[in-house]
């Protein structure tokens, strides 16, 4: 743009992110919430920019429109709203899941749709769509720090965006066409070199600002699903929802080993507890895997364990709306995989449920976290702490033995 940003040659994406932020600020751009710096940013004219994707013809055509969270974009989600589209907007830093879809109350008046397209309204007013919940998104809208007119994205540094696509391609939410669009200031469009970007950034076909509407015709591929060998352990822990995506796709026989997957195995298959685990799995008799997983109750406890009766910390979990042709061995692989092992399995799968027993409440409320948003056959299991800690889970536990 001329006169505005002005970035020196060998910029790095951060020196970019600095000097656009710093512009906003200096030059009374930055509109709330600030100051800007590690943000999107938001600044003046931003409901204008907004208001102009009613003209495309992409917004037009879709039926079911993502939207990120951030306040630059909140006109876009008033218009959405106000066209009677789908809007899905994804969970702060995917914490809890992928998804919300923002559901208004029946007759909404024009003051309930603004409130439903504000962080307010996202909060009250939405429900969450699992893994299951066969989402088909016609038109994405992220917010940016800078672009460029050939489509080049540059973020706030955290990777959600780009995450946040990769996910809906694993999950087919999206496809090879889907229309992107960023809404920014005239000032966030800048030159940037090419060799700035990664395979996982994101590019986008439409940019939206108070003046413009450019439709940059980038070539360069968007991502083409979950990158996992740039994923750290790290993120997955903080993603519960990218555990069960990586799970899926593991079971599908896709490669997902991590960016630090091989230190994290050796360091996980050191402890003696895990090589005694092993053995006993590898001795336990066949017929405790045979048709009896199916349909009946099957107990098993870490034989580590002795502990386990009598005592006051023991902490259940249980996990519902598993389908019947889940088997008991299907779910231990998952508990392995996401490292939430109990001291003891119930498997309940007549009652389509099972209960896990914890050595403490921490650890229970660690494994519901780490659980959040699992999927097997097809279903999103219920993961909650059991609501009778003793009476229910505990007690059924032991009528078992």
């Known amino acids: 743009m001329e006169g505005g940003v002005r970035l020196r040659a060998g910029a790095s994406k951060w020196d970019v992110r600095e000097k656009v932020w710093d512009y906003l600020e200096a030059s009374g751009l930055a509109d709330f ?3 800007v710096h590690r ?12 208001c102009s994707i009613k003209e495309l013809d992409v917004f037009d055509r879709a039926c079911e429109i993502k939207v990120d969270p951030d306040k630059p974009l909140e006109g876009v989600r008033l218009a959405a709203l106000q066209a009677r589209k789908t809007l899905l907007v994804p969970t702060p830093r995917l914490r809890t899941g992928l998804f919300n879809r923002i559901v208004p109350p029946s007759g909404a008046t024009k003051e309930i749709l603004r409130i439903c397209a504000t962080s307010q309204g996202i909060k009250e007013y939405s429900v969450p769509v699992g893994l299951d919940g066969k989402a088909r998104v ?12 050939k489509g080049w994205r540059i973020g706030k540094g955290e990777g959600y965006a780009d995450m946040e696509y990769a996910m809906m391609v694993s999950m087919g939410a999206v496809q090879a066409d ?12 800048v030159d940037i070199a090419e060799e700035l970007l990664d395979d996982h950034d994101l590019t986008v076909d439409y940019i939206l600002t108070p003046t413009r509407t450019i439709k940059t015709n980038c070539k360069r591929p968007k991502p083409q699903g979950i990158i996992w060998h740039k994923v750290s352990y790290e993120m997955l822990e903080k993603i519960p929802i990218l555990k069960s995506l990586r799970y899926r796709e593991k079971q599908a026989g896709k490669e997902v080993a991590l960016q630090d997957e091989h230190s994290d195995l050796a360091n996980a298959n050191t402890p003696a507890v895990l090589n005694e685990k092993a053995k006993a799995e590898n001795t336990r008799p066949q017929a405790a895997m045979g048709s009896a997983q199916i349909g009946q109750h099957y107990v098993e406890s870490d034989s580590l364990s002795p502990r386990l009766e009598g005592s006051g910390m023991i902490t259940t979990v249980y996990v519902g709306n598993i389908p019947p042709s889940v088997r008991v061995s299907e779910l231990k692989c998952a508990l392995r995989e996401f490292r939430a092992t109990p001291l003891r399995l119930n498997w309940q799968g007549a ?20 659980l959040k948003g699992l999927s097997l056959g097809g279903n999103t299991l219920r993961v909650e702490l059991a609501k009778n800690q003793r009476n229910k889970g505990q007690a059924e536990i032991n009528s078992q033995k």
């Open 33 to 35: 919430p600030r100051p």
């Open 39 to 50: 943000r999107i940013p938001n600044f003046k004219g931003s409901h204008q920019a907004c």
């Open 138 to 149: 016609d038109l994405v809208v992220v917010g940016s720090v800078a672009v460029s007119e």
């Open 178 to 189: 889907t229309p992107v669009i960023t809404i920014v200031h005239d000032c966030q469009v």
């Open 351 to 370: 009652q389509h449920r099972a209960f896990l027993d914890y050595k403490d409440k921490a650890t229970a409320e660690s494994a519901v976290s780490s």
